[in-house]
């Protein structure tokens, strides 16, 4: 595991003219509330849509937990669908203050990298702010996908708040500068342990080479398929 420092910035919309949507870059795109969500497809577009970003705090949720969310009057969930097919989604939830939280925003794999994060950013805003939102808000971390941020910033964002925290993660390969998700280089990660060996005490070199070719074969194999599939706390 790395243990490595995470940045989280906080960003708002305090009004709605702020605002500089996207236009709807496929015109089979379309974006709707989803009512009586089944459980497994909330957990289906949790995981999908998070695997990159080390997503993981709701993966352990039963059944019961999911409906808990969903039934909760200050929580909304829409589905982003290109030709019907499911490319994403986002999750609203109202405070108390009057604003309104996009807790949760992001697209499958198959769908980044068509302009479609743009689209759905403003229609999740739009969402917002017709439940009485008196400011929009959100954050992200520095575990997200690096065109997150920029897309925040380029539609009326602001920053208000940044801080730090620590999150552990697997090692994903033998170069500390490639992110687990393999998105953007990665400086702040730790160097992984080496695998170079040790040579053994000169007694046991006879009996390691008796062992064949065949044995140090698939032992390095074994060593080097070290690959990760990431999640992300959020």
Not at 113 to 128: F, I, S
Not at 149 to 166: D, I, Q, V
Request: glycine residues 8%.
């Amino acid at each position: 595991m790395a243990r490595i420092e995470v940045l989280r910035t906080y960003l708002e919309l305090s009004d709605r003219g702020s605002f500089r949507p996207s236009p709807r870059p496929d015109a089979r795109a379309r974006v709707e509330r989803v009512h009586g969500c089944p459980p497994s497809f909330f957990r289906y577009l949790y995981a999908e849509v998070g695997r990159r970003y080390h997503w993981r705090d709701r993966l352990a949720w039963g059944d019961e937990e999911v409906r808990a969310r969903l039934a909760d009057e200050s929580v909304s969930l829409h589905l982003l669908s290109v030709a019907a097919a499911p490319a994403g989604y986002f999750e609203l939830q109202r405070h108390d203050d009057g604003s309104v939280e996009i807790a949760y925003f992001g697209l499958l794999p198959e769908f980044l990298g068509r302009g479609l994060g743009k689209y759905l950013l403003g229609e999740a805003a739009a969402a917002a702010w017709s439940q009485g939102a008196t400011r929009v808000w959100l954050h992200t971390c520095s575990l997200d996908d690096p065109a997150a941020l920029p897309n925040y910033l380029a539609r009326g964002f602001r920053r208000f708040k940044t801080e730090t925290y620590w999150a552990d993660l697997p090692y994903c390969g033998a170069r500390a500068e490639t992110r687990c998700n393999g998105s953007r280089p990665w400086s702040e990660q730790p160097m992984p342990v080496s695998t170079t060996r040790r040579k053994p005490p000169r007694s046991s070199r006879s009996a390691i080479a008796a062992r064949g070719a065949g044995a140090a074969s698939r032992s390095t194999v074994r060593s080097s398929a070290r690959g990760w599939s990431s999640m992300s706390p959020r």
